[in-house]
């Protein structure tokens, strides 16, 4: 199965202080963990670090995910239900069979325990714990399936299985098997393996638990407590290791980089116009920093990958709130914005194709672009102009994420002599924070449909409207309203109702108060006007979703007049980033600003520096069906799997029963079921076989659909 889908996870699911953490812990696994004391070898670290972690376990020998679901000592604990994190490690074999096997042995009873930990509390946040492969690979396994004959092939397998487990049950992986095998490439002397080539040496079980604390605490272990029996040397690279690997690659491992702690982040970047200078970076205090010595910056130039730390801040305090520049000369930065930065130094002698890197004790914590890839012609690409980072948008950590930031466009500041005197000044200190806020819990919210967009047009006070996703099959969408909050005077109610029409489930659509401008500004056509009932807002305005009379949506503070607010959008517009519908509270950390007054002047949103994002409907290939039909039988079930075409949003699957004939039937598949389909012996009947096959939807509406795949059958014991 071909999965495309990018995850992630908050830990936790609410903030804590981000100073003297205390986190509840549940390990659930068998001697990869018990061996060592490994959950106390963790508490150990973070207690270290001046936090807590209290933990229970349940540890059975050679116990696998199907075990501990049916486990009463483990569910028990489970339901306790007062787990900020439940570590789940899997029997160290099964995940590295073949793809089928898991599918079947290990998926649905890593699903079983997610859903009972979240039934017990939808706040605490499940971690996958990825062992590592036996030293010499699998020799039980290797004359069944030969990809686990070698270490590398063992941990190429267990990668991929844990990385599924966790996409597919919206779970964060701790990479130990990662940081295991950095550690056997890059320093060969240290023996991670006990005599039985399988368990964890000591210096193993201390890997492990580093990546577990940077997982969970999000922190490096860069100077964390060290055991008896590791060396100074073997803990330090130990802890280089564990840090490198998850943060290099947050959002391989499903952790959401907003939840990385950092007192200091880059909030903006610019290249001048004034011979090759100002250039440089503003950087944002989060809280107190007693000694800014232990961070630094580096550029990583022309896409010829990072250079490291080049510049080490002085050993001096920084205050939360403070605003920091560094660049690469001086004189030309007071002329330019008006005032002396706090440094000068050759490392922000950029270009605007160049990466930039944040670093704390030696790892990189943030990332303006990518050092492995030079920056012209990208979405990133600040060249005479500038770059800004979102309110509230997260922190990039060490992955790059480009819409956490606005951009000026190429060649904005050409011609000007200051800031202000640019076509698009760069927001000199309007970053606000934030970065590494953990978003509050989502609100809970059946509904059908969403707020996707708001925009306040330029063309005589149009258009202004709002863009709407369905959610699911709405036979009749009167039973929807729209309402507006003007000047912060409080809700005014539903004050547009839609009329009584079906939609179809992922249809994109419109309401504006100018179906005429809609169409000159945007090049669309709006499905819907309200004629200014609902959408008569300026851009510091509140905007409401209703269902049977309540509120289910909403962008903006109705109590609030958003004039100067980081969710203002006069003459501009807001997008969702993510969630949704977020009920009677308004999430700005779920929604992209645009700059404000960029639709001032311009005729088309296609002209404006920075464009509202204009839904594009995504495009599969009705030529080719689903393949590569396969099924597996398990002792009550039988599960079928295909590979849908890429971009499907919905697949039909239809069964003949052969043997005895009878009749066909069909069952519409959404969401995670795109690939697979899991029949219980009960339902199929008993001693029966079926031939399958399976198509596939491009778009609903319009219908666009792929012929059927090739047949398949199984048969039911």
Not at 192 to 213: K, M, R, W
Not at 384 to 408: E, L, P
Not at 427 to 435: H, M, N, S
Not at 533 to 549: I, K
Request: charged fraction near 15%.
């Amino acid at each position: 199965m071909k999965h495309l889908l990018f995850f992630f996870v908050f830990i936790p699911c609410l903030a804590t202080a981000q100073t003297g953490q205390v986190k509840q812990v549940l390990f659930i696994g068998n001697s990869y963990t018990a061996r060592n004391e490994l959950p106390a070898m963790v508490a150990d670290i973070a207690n270290s670090f001046g936090h807590t972690l209290l933990w229970d376990a349940n540890l059975i020998g050679g116990s696998s995910f199907a075990n501990h679901a049916s486990n009463a000592t483990t569910l028990t604990k489970i339901a306790q239900g007062n787990w900020d994190v439940v570590v789940l490690q899997e029997q160290s074999q099964l995940p590295a069979l073949d793809p089928v096997s898991v599918a079947s042995s290990v998926y649905p009873y890593a699903q079983s325990l997610v859903e009972a930990l979240r039934g017990a509390n939808p706040c605490t946040s499940p971690v996958f714990y990825m062992t590592w492969g036996r030293e010499n690979g699998d020799d039980e396994n290797c004359g069944s399936y030969p990809p686990v004959c070698s270490y590398d092939g063992m941990q190429g397998r267990l990668r991929d299985s844990y990385l599924q487990m966790a996409q597919d049950n919206d779970a964060a992986v701790a990479p130990v098997g990662m940081a295991w095998k950095a550690v056997r490439d890059d320093h060969p002397g240290i023996n991670l393996y006990n005599a039985d080539e399988s368990h964890p040496s000591f210096g193993g079980t201390y890997l492990a638990a580093c990546v577990l604390y940077a997982t969970i605490f999000q922190e490096s272990p860069a100077g964390a407590f060290i055991p008896a029996g590791v060396s100074p040397a073997t803990a330090n690279d130990l802890q280089q290791k564990a840090a490198l690997t998850v943060f290099d690659s947050l959002m391989v491992w499903g952790i959401d980089p907003v939840s990385v702690r950092s007192d200091l982040v880059i909030s903006g970047i610019f290249d001048g116009p004034l011979s090759s200078a100002p250039r440089g970076v503003e950087l944002y205090v989060e809280r107190d920093i007693a000694d800014l010595s232990v961070y630094g910056l580096g550029s990583a130039n022309n896409g010829d990958g990072s250079d490291g730390q080049e510049f080490t801040f002085p050993a001096i305090a920084a205050h939360a709130g403070d605003y920091l520049y560094v660049v690469n000369d001086a004189a030309a930065f007071q002329t330019f914005f008006g005032f002396v930065p706090d440094y000068e130094d050759p490392v922000s002698g950029i270009s605007g194709d160049d990466g930039y890197e944040l670093f704390k004790n030696g790892i990189r914590l943030d990332l303006f672009g990518r050092t492995d890839l030079d920056g012209t012609g990208t979405g990133w690409d600040y060249q005479d102009g500038w770059a800004y980072r979102k309110n509230c948008a997260g922190c990039g950590g060490t992955n790059f994420v480009q819409s956490n930031w606005i951009y000026s466009g190429v060649s904005a500041f050409d011609g000007a002599l200051t800031n202000a005197a640019s076509l698009l000044p760069f927001p000199i200190k309007t970053y606000a924070g934030g970065c590494d806020s953990v978003a509050p819990p989502p609100v809970l919210v059946d509904s059908g449909l969403a707020l996707i967009g708001i925009f306040h047009g330029p063309l005589s006070g149009s258009p202004k409207g709002v863009e709407l996703l369905a959610l699911k099959n709405i036979p009749d969408l009167s039973q929807y309203g729209l309402g507006c909050a003007n000047n912060g005077e409080g809700t005014d109610g539903e004050e547009y109702s839609f009329p009584a029409v079906s939609v179809a489930i992922g249809t994109h659509f419109y309401v504006t108060n100018d179906t005429s401008s809609f169409r000159v500004f945007f090049h669309e056509a709006a499905q819907f006007e309200d004629g200014g009932a609902a959408c008569n807002f300026n851009g510091d305005d509140a905007f409401e979703l209703y269902e049977s009379g309540s509120v289910i949506d909403r962008f903006g503070d109705a109590d609030v007049d958003g004039t100067g607010e980081p969710w203002e959008y006069t003459l501009s517009w807001a997008h969702r980033l993510s969630g949704g519908p977020d009920g009677n509270v308004f999430a700005l950390g779920n929604w992209e600003v645009g700059p404000l007054e960029v639709f001032d002047g311009e005729s088309t949103n296609a002209a404006a520096a920075i464009p509202y994002p204009i839904f594009v409907p995504a495009t599969c290939s009705t030529a080719l069906p689903p393949q590569n039909l396969q099924s597996t039988t398990g002792s009550s079930t039988i599960t079928l799997f295909w590979d849908p075409v890429p971009n499907s949003v919905a697949c039909q699957l239809k069964g003949t029963r052969i043997i005895p004939p009878g009749p066909s039937s069909s069952i519409t598949l959404l969401g995670s079921e795109l690939s697979f389909k899991t029949i219980s012996h009960a339902v199929a009947g008993s001693g029966t076989t079926w031939d399958w096959k399976v198509r596939c939807a491009c778009n609903l509406s319009p219908l666009q659909v792929t012929g059927f795949s090739s047949t398949g059958s199984f048969s039911v014991p």
